[in-house]
């Protein structure tokens, strides 16, 4: 067992995350930071649940509404 | 990974941020102060989830419902 | 970062207050006192979700119901 | 703020209170007594939700299902 | 305030009490024993939601389900 | 009241257990082992909410799935 | 009653692990590691909700979504 299994996001700051909520949304954006609640700091995000992207650009996301990180492949 | 990811909210402080909500409701409003549960204190916020904005001027906002602050370019 | 942005409470204390609740209701009273889990006691309390309001008298609000609580303008 | 909100229950004990929970239903009965997490003994317990009252006589409630609590005239 | 209203369930040991869940479900059992999160071992228990009862014998039941306690008259 | 009710658990190990948990699924297996959360190590488990069972083998529960656990007679 | 049931995952670490959601998802992919929140890391992730597999490739799953991990036999 680990003792922080976060410490896994780490190779994903500066790298492009896809994130599926808990609410059936999937965004894609920039991991900038993040903290133990999950909550994290994104650039260059768009929601890309429907076909056509919408951009939100910078956001803070509360961990709280997450499902899934994908981890790009280094 | 950060200590206090939420210290990203302190560059949004007397700027306009917009606020999606867990219940699909979107508002924005300019974030006057905040505390460690996302609770946020909020000045000329309007309700813009439908097309004609509602005014809901000066609210604190429980943390516990938001998905997603959206963070002003500085 | 505030320590307490529930202080800003204080100043709606003799105030009436809007607050809307995570269950779609919305009810406005005068604000008597809260704590820090936003439970509130509430005087002069309606319901004003609907047209015609529904007078709800004096009671305690659990804060966990709680989305937005409006403040009235000094 | 107040250090203790729930205090104000202590003048509903061995009065009618009526409770609207979270769950729509509504109950009318008299407060015995009631700790921090809103649990409360109610006796001579009535669910008050549609026009015939159902009657539930002495009840535990879990605090957690409550919406809110009407207090009676002093 | 009681420092610990669930001592009023220790009247109910060895006696049946009805049982309401959130998920309107109802059930009727002889209470054995409990702790502080309101866990309840049962026995004889009956789930008595629709008109004819389902036998459920003894079993563990998850106190954050539970929405109200009938307790028996001494 | 018990200290520790899930204690009643202890019985049950190596025994066929009944588990209802809160998404309306009924499964049934052997229990192995368990935690104060109520998490579960089950073998031999089926999944039995539909008329025909569905073979799950050996998992690891949740414990805040629950709803009910019935205890088979000693 | 076990003191640690999580450590039962760890004779599934470097093994394929298949895990039911509470959003009725099933994912199936290899466990790398995991917290005491059942967070894991999974690399080679398929959602397989559907009859046609979905690739996820490398996941962080947030482990207050589980409900079952089924453990492979050894």
Redesign the interface.
């Known amino acids: 067992?680990?003792?922080?299994?976060?410490?896994?996001?780490?190779v994903c700051v500066n790298k492009i995350v896809l994130i599926k909520?808990?609410?059936h949304t999937t965004i894609r954006g920039t991991l900038q930071?993040?903290?133990?609640h999950?909550?994290?700091?994104l650039t260059k995000v768009e929601d890309i649940t429907e076909e056509k992207p919408k951009n939100?650009?910078?956001?803070?996301?509360?961990?709280?509404?997450?499902?899934?990180?994908?981890?790009?492949?280094e």
């Open positions: 067992m680990s003792s922080e299994i976060l410490e896994n996001l780490d909520l808990k609410n930071t993040f903290d133990q999950m909550n994290m700091l939100l650009e910078k956001i803070i996301l509360r961990g709280d509404n997450i499902l899934i990180v994908s981890i790009p492949k």
